[in-house]
Every structure is written in C-alpha cells, then in structure tokens.
C-alpha cells in the first residue's frame, strides 16, 4: 500500500511538473542566509551581497550563470550553476505542454518569487514576454526551481536553486526591482553558429545573438524592445559600432569554419538534457527518485545525451550509404543467368543467358528449345555426343552474326542486351 501511494505521488509529480503549487506553506527555507562559500566567492571578486543581479542560461551547455553589477555599473560573472534538467528540443517555446524551455529576453521581478514552491524554492522566468505574445504563443509557469524534474522549466537542485534564491532575495531587499533573464539555445560562439546554421531556428537564434552581443560589449543590462515579431536592442552609436563589428568578426570566424570543414548537424534530444556533471548520477540512479536529487524526470533520456544528426546542404538529414550497398544497388538490374551444360558454356563463354522464365507446363516449348533453336538433341536422352564432339558442333549451331530466321535472331539479340548491361554496370 505504501509503495502504491509513493508511485502515484511521484506521477502526480510528474504531471504538475513546473505548475509550482503552494505546496510547501509556512517553510522558512527561503528566509536562509547565502551559503559562506558563495560569499567569499563575492567577496574574492569585489562584490556585495546588495549588488543587482543579472541571469544568463543555456539549454545545449545545461549552465545558468548569476552575474552581479559592481560599482562601476558593468556586469560580472559571479557563479556559473549546473542545470540538472531541463526538457524539449533547441529551439523556443511555442504553446502550453509542448516541454520546452523557452528562449529569449526576461524580467523577474520580486513578485515572481515563490517561497512556497512545490519544487523547493523557485521564481518565474516571466514567459510568455511581448514578443511571445506578439507571435500569439501560449503557456505559463514557466520556473527555475529545485528538484530535477522539466517541463518546460530549469531544473536546478535544491541546494543550488537556495543559493540562487538568496542571492535574488538580497538585490531585491537592496533596491533592485527586477533582474534580466537571458536564455538561449546555447553559447553564441562560432563553433555552434557553423553547426546549426541550417536549423530552421537560426533567423531567431541570431536575432538573440545581437542582444547576446550587446551585452558582451556593454556589460550592462540590454535594454530590450519588440518589434515586426523581432527583438530590439537599444544602444548609442558607439556601442552598435562595437556590437557590428564583433558580429562581423564572429561571421568572419564562422566562414573559416565552414571553409574547414564544419559540417551542419541537428541535435535531437530524448526529451532535454543534464549537466555533464550529473549525467552518471543520473544514469545510475535507480527508477525515478534519487536521494540527493529527488524526483528525476523522464531518466531514460539524458543518459547518453543528445543524438547528432547530419545535415545535407539544404537542411535535410543527411542519409549515407555504404559503400558496398551501392555496389549492391549498381548490380540489381542485372538478370541472373540461367545455368547452362558445360560444354555450351565453354562454346559461348561471352553471350549471356536471358533471364529465367516462369516455369513452363508440359504443353509448351522447353525454353532452351527456343533460345538455342536446335540444340535441344543436346539434352535428350539419345546417346549423348562425345565432350570433344560436342565442343565441336557448338559453334555451328550457335546463332550466327547475321540469323537467317526469326527464332534464331531473337536469343542472339536479347543476350547482346543482356551483355552491354552487364558489362556497362560493371564499369560504372
């Protein structure tokens, strides 16, 4: 009875997966103190537990990153996070219950925050944003919470979504009134653009990549705007002079790629991935709870991770063959000969016999009566010839170049088809 409620609670689980109920009411884990090891991380790179935050993730790397604003106003990397598990495929989210992470710019604010999360701790991405809803894309509940179970969501462990959680509690306590979450597809370098550069996302992943550009050059905070169901980033002049000429560097490094040898590939995932620094923990653990990460999601799929598949020029899956099927299909149309007596075959060692014919009744003519015309006494029970006499008289009654009749031109012909096949199959 016990093991029945504890399967139908990890189904339940399952089912509400980043729906984020109360279900924790009146705990305090969100009122704990950020971890001593991640304030002398803060304290080691000049920074203060009051700073702004800032967040960036990536699905194909399975990281999140907390940067912090110093005094100087620009961003720093403070912390890069594992994510235990997220779901879907690259690529955005679309509609309700299609288990995809979304990707594009956010803003969390304080009221985002859920301290009650059935999921330990967790805040709200904020999707669906305006250019969601200017693609009328749906869904909701979109979190980064504890746990290891996805759908839809960044699923982080409950040790680092704590640490995540009291580091966006004490910018908000300072002043801060909504912190930028930035997720992408993944790392915007050229290796990744080369290989994707025939996903039918890449317009938007690129669209992306000029805020992701933005930010790298300013290290602030991009100021984000919607538009024609585009992203755009505002910048003075200077800054969009920087940003156009790192993009037209990393085009740059892209084509070197490509002109190397990058191949473009496509990515398919059983239903998201893991950290690589989870994926033998995972891949050991035993049905669908683990005791360090709790309830895992859909296990079967992240053990060997993603499964990459080649891409032909115009974007489609790229089917090889090998070399000794296509020796195979070269030959099919070839008949197969028919077996013939020893001595006519060594008369005839060139001309190919025709293709078997359907067997014949005993009403009708034998086949090798009409293909040899006369050579049929070869085959009858009389006394047989001798093998020399037999070599000799083959030659004579072979057709000749130029048949006198009808049913002797018809083999003849039919085999010299039969042979320039043959041969020029060979050849090829």
Same mark, same amino acid.
């Given at each position: 009875?016990?093991?029945?409620?504890?399967?139908?609670?990890?189904?339940?689980?399952?089912?509400?997966?980043?729906?984020?109920?109360?279900?924790?009411?009146?705990?305090?884990?969100?009122?704990?103190?950020?971890?001593?090891?991640?304030?002398?991380?803060?304290?080691?790179?000049?920074?203060?537990?009051?700073?702004?935050?800032?967040?960036?993730? %990536?699905?194909?790397?399975?990281?999140? #990153?907390?940067?912090?604003?110093?005094?100087?106003?620009?961003?720093?990397?403070?912390?890069? %996070?594992?994510?235990?598990?997220?779901?879907?495929?690259?690529?955005?989210?679309?509609?309700?219950?299609?288990?995809?992470?979304?990707?594009?710019?956010?803003?969390?604010?304080?009221?985002?925050?859920?301290?009650?999360?059935? %999921?330990?701790?967790?805040?709200?991405?904020?999707?669906?944003?305006?250019?969601?809803?200017?693609?009328?894309?749906?869904?909701?509940?979109?979190?980064?919470?504890?746990?290891?179970?996805?759908?839809?969501?960044?699923?982080?462990?409950?040790?680092?979504?704590?640490?995540? %959680?009291?580091?966006?509690? #004490?910018?908000?306590?300072?002043?801060?009134?909504?912190?930028?979450?930035?997720?992408?597809?993944?790392?915007?370098? +050229?290796?990744?653009?080369?290989?994707?550069?025939?996903?039918?996302?890449?317009?938007?992943?690129?669209?992306?990549?000029?805020?992701?550009?933005?930010?790298?050059?300013?290290?602030?905070?991009?100021?984000?705007?919607? &538009?024609?169901?585009?992203?755009?980033?505002?910048?003075?002049?200077?800054? +969009?002079?920087?940003?156009?000429?790192?993009?037209?560097?990393?085009?740059?490094?892209?084509?070197?790629?490509?002109?190397?040898?990058?191949?473009?590939?496509?990515?398919?995932?059983?239903?998201?991935?893991?950290? #690589?620094?989870?994926?033998?923990?995972?891949?050991?653990?035993?049905?669908?709870?683990?005791?360090?990460?709790?309830?895992?999601?859909?296990?079967?799929?992240?053990?060997?991770?993603?499964?990459?598949?080649?891409?032909?020029?115009?974007?489609?899956?790229?089917?090889?063959?090998?070399?000794?099927?296509?020796?195979?299909?070269?030959?099919?149309?070839?008949?197969?000969?028919?077996?013939?007596?020893?001595?006519?075959?060594? &008369?005839?060692?060139?001309?190919?016999?025709?293709?078997?014919?359907?067997?014949?009744?005993?009403?009708?003519?034998?086949?090798?009566?009409?293909?040899?015309?006369?050579? +049929?006494?070869?085959?009858?029970?009389?006394?047989?010839?001798?093998?020399?006499?037999?070599?000799?008289?083959?030659?004579?009654?072979?057709?000749?170049?130029?048949?006198?009749?009808?049913?002797?031109?018809?083999?003849?012909?039919?085999?010299?088809?039969?042979?320039?096949?043959?041969?020029?199959?060979?050849?090829?």
């Amino acid at each position: 009875m016990l093991k029945r409620f504890a399967l139908a609670a990890s189904l339940a689980l399952a089912l509400a997966a980043c729906q984020d109920e109360n279900l924790a009411r009146g705990s305090t884990r969100h009122l704990a103190p950020i971890p001593p090891a991640a304030m002398a991380l803060m304290s080691a790179k000049g920074m203060s537990k009051d700073d702004p935050i800032l967040i960036r993730a %990536y699905k194909k790397e399975s990281e999140l #990153e907390v940067w912090k604003r110093g005094s100087n106003g620009k961003y720093a990397l403070l912390k890069t %996070y594992p994510v235990c598990r997220w779901s879907g495929q690259l690529g955005p989210k679309t509609r309700e219950g299609d288990r995809q992470v979304p990707e594009g710019f956010y803003t969390v604010t304080p009221a985002q925050m859920n301290p009650n999360s059935a %999921y330990y701790l967790s805040f709200d991405t904020g999707y669906p944003n305006a250019y969601d809803r200017s693609l009328g894309r749906n869904g909701g509940d979109i979190m980064v919470h504890g746990s290891c179970s996805s759908r839809g969501c960044f699923a982080m462990t409950d040790q680092n979504i704590a640490e995540i %959680y009291a580091i966006a509690r #004490e910018a908000f306590a300072s002043g801060q009134r909504g912190f930028q979450f930035q997720a992408y597809p993944f790392r915007m370098t +050229a290796e990744n653009l080369a290989k994707h550069r025939l996903d039918p996302n890449i317009a938007f992943w690129k669209n992306l990549k000029e805020g992701a550009d933005t930010f790298e050059v300013t290290k602030e905070e991009v100021q984000v705007a919607v &538009a024609n169901h585009r992203y755009q980033f505002g910048r003075d002049a200077s800054v +969009a002079e920087a940003v156009m000429q790192k993009q037209r560097a990393d085009e740059q490094d892209v084509a070197e790629l490509i002109a190397k040898g990058t191949k473009p590939i496509k990515l398919v995932y059983h239903d998201g991935d893991t950290h #690589e620094s989870f994926r033998t923990a995972l891949a050991n653990a035993s049905g669908v709870s683990d005791s360090k990460l709790g309830y895992v999601s859909r296990i079967e799929g992240i053990s060997s991770g993603p499964q990459q598949i080649a891409l032909d020029d115009s974007g489609r899956e790229k089917i090889e063959t090998p070399p000794t099927a296509l020796a195979f299909a070269s030959m099919k149309e070839v008949p197969v000969e028919a077996p013939q007596p020893k001595a006519v075959a060594a &008369a005839q060692p060139v001309a190919a016999a025709p293709a078997a014919a359907p067997a014949t009744t005993s009403e009708e003519t034998p086949f090798y009566k009409k293909m040899f015309g006369g050579v +049929a006494d070869l085959f009858s029970t009389s006394s047989p010839q001798p093998a020399a006499e037999t070599a000799q008289a083959a030659p004579a009654m072979a057709p000749a170049a130029a048949p006198t009749t009808k049913a002797q031109a018809k083999p003849q012909k039919r085999a010299e088809a039969t042979t320039g096949v043959k041969v020029a199959q060979i050849r090829n």
